[in-house]
């Protein structure tokens, strides 16, 4: 009975130690390959080409990265074209200004969406926004922005949590106007018209402060 026990043990230990060796050596291929293969590759959109710098969506990661093109073949390299960078496996994480081994044009129109962030980052300029400031009147003000931009900035409403405040200058310094009541009475639009979009925000304070003194 003892023998028995001794033998189901040992062939116990034995199945573990086969399932444990074929583990290790799974695991070490892996990473053999990992170490052996010569390229680390992404897929990517670009974004934008600016003489031999492209700067490249990767959906995958949700990341943009610039990278540095050898090749000045004019017109080779467009926006929304599809690519497969191949990066020197050595380098480890790749950073902007990198130069890849080489790149493969996948398809001349990708079907990878690229966010309107992105695109607002790499194209927008606040050249193309202007801001007109109303008179200052003794009950409100109104602040309209004009953004001319293919994708225009995020304006964001205020709510009536949005409390602001008024100071009034008394000799060189500057002191809280005391408040009637902490109602806000802010209108806001936003509107689409031919040369942009308009955001108007007309600041009323006639139920906060009352009307103020001309200066």
Do not use: H
């Not at 001794?6 to 086969?18: A, E, V």
């Not at 060189?172 to 009637?180: D, H, T, V, W």
């Amino acid at each position: 009975m003892k023998c028995k026990k001794i033998n189901i043990l040992f062939i116990i230990l034995i199945i573990i130690i086969i399932l444990t060796t074929i583990l290790i050596t799974l695991n070490y291929d892996k990473i053999k390959k990992r170490l052996t293969e010569e390229y680390i590759t992404y897929i990517a959109v670009i974004v934008k080409v600016d003489n031999n710098n492209l700067l490249c969506y990767i959906e995958e990661s949700d990341r943009t990265i610039s990278i540095i093109t050898s090749d000045t073949t004019k017109d080779k390299y467009t926006q929304g074209q599809e690519i497969k960078i191949y990066f020197d496996n050595q380098l480890g994480y790749i950073t902007d200004g990198d130069m890849p081994q080489k790149i493969k044009i996948i398809k001349q129109e990708s079907n990878i969406d690229i966010p309107d962030d992105v695109i607002r980052n790499c194209y927008n300029s606040f050249k193309d926004v202007t801001v007109t400031v109303e008179p200052l009147g003794k009950s409100g003000i109104t602040l309209t922005i004009v953004d001319n931009n293919y994708y225009p900035y995020d304006y964001e409403y205020l709510d009536n949590s949005s409390i602001y405040t008024i100071m009034k200058k008394v000799e060189n310094s500057y002191r809280y106007i005391k408040k009637e009541n902490t109602i806000v009475n802010n209108m806001q639009e936003i509107s689409l018209v031919d040369d942009g979009t308009v955001f108007k925000t007309i600041f009323d304070w006639s139920q906060i402060y009352g009307e103020l003194e001309k200066r």
